[in-house]
C-alpha cells in the first residue's frame, strides 16, 4: 500500500470465514476472498466517485498464502490510480491467527471501478 503498517491504518473490511468457505484442502476458497476484495474495494470506489460504481477489470491478482478457517482477514483499500471515469483500486488482505497474534499477507490485486450515471453508462468522476 503506501508503506502504513496493518496496524497503522484502518480496514475497510473486516470478516471471519465459516466453514462452508472451505474447500477440500482446508483453505478457503479464492472466489470467497475475491468477493470479500470486491465489496471493499467498492466502497472506496463508491466514496471517491461519490455515487454508483461498477467493477470492470482485475487489473492483477496475486495469492500470497492460503487463508485458514479460523482466520479474520481485514480488507485494506486506498486509491492508487484515478482517471477520467476510472479508479484504479490496490487492495490488501491480512490473515490474524493464532488469536491474533500472527499476521499474514493473503492476497492483493489492483481492482478497476468506473463511475457510473443513472443509466448506467461511464461518468466523469469529481473534481
Do not use: C
Not at 3 to 22: F, H
Not at 40 to 54: C, D, K, L, M, P
Not at 59 to 67: G, L, Q, T, V, W
Request: net charge neutral; glycine share 10%; no cysteine.
Amino acid at each position: 500500500m503506501t508503506g502504513q503498517s496493518a496496524a497503522r491504518r484502518d480496514p475497510i473490511l473486516r470478516v471471519m470465514p465459516s466453514p462452508g468457505d472451505i474447500n477440500s484442502n482446508g483453505h478457503i476458497f479464492g472466489g470467497w476472498v475475491l468477493s470479500q476484495m470486491d465489496i471493499a474495494g467498492g466502497i472506496v470506489a463508491h466514496r471517491e466517485a461519490q455515487g454508483a460504481t461498477a467493477t470492470v477489470a482485475i487489473d492483477s491478482m496475486a495469492f500470497i498464502a492460503p487463508i485458514l478457517l479460523r482466520d479474520v482477514i481485514s480488507v485494506y483499500a486506498e486509491v492508487e490510480r484515478r482517471g477520467r471515469t476510472s479508479l484504479g483500486i490496490r487492495i490488501e488482505v491480512i490473515a490474524t491467527r493464532d488469536r491474533g497474534a500472527t499476521e499474514v499477507k493473503v492476497t492483493e490485486g489492483l481492482f478497476t471501478f468506473v463511475a457510473l450515471d443513472e443509466n448506467h453508462r461511464p461518468r466523469l468522476l469529481p473534481a
